[in-house]
């Protein structure tokens, strides 16, 4: 699967309480958001979301491309380890401490630029068969 984030449109590192999926306000919507919608969920379902799993509670089927962002815990979804590390680096602000050490595999880092973060996601959504393009 192709994913195709324009930056006019993309929410990102402003920080947590300030990311959605799709942000209502601006109609801005997060690099999850994004994939969801380009996935086929409607933009209803991601209105002032924060993650993924909030959404996948009214979606008992989940699109095949995004079964790696959600799981069932004690019949509850909740969202991946992935997921929270895509959240995690989308939010964080340029010249902040991405704290994603705490994420198997990963080390802290300083987000020190937009195209450090653009290399990251890329990098986390390639083995769940993901190729990012970024567009201005």
Request: net charge neutral.
């Amino acid at each position: 699967m192709k994913l195709m984030i324009s930056r006019k449109i993309w929410l990102r590192g402003e920080g947590p309480s300030n990311s959605k999926l799709l942000r209502t306000t601006d109609q801005k919507m997060c690099c999850l958001g994004i994939l969801l919608e380009q996935s086929g969920v409607d933009r209803a379902h991601l209105a002032d979301r924060g993650s993924p799993a909030g959404i996948f509670h009214d979606m008992p089927d989940l699109p095949v491309a995004m079964r790696f962002l959600a799981f069932n815990r004690q019949g509850e979804r909740d969202d991946t380890t992935v997921c929270r590390l895509l959240i995690n680096i989308n939010d964080t602000r340029v010249g902040s401490i991405a704290e994603v050490g705490v994420f198997p595999g990963h080390m802290n880092f300083l987000m020190e630029s937009e195209q450090l973060r653009e290399a990251k996601i890329t990098e986390i959504f390639a083995p769940q068969g993901i190729t990012v393009q970024f567009i201005d």
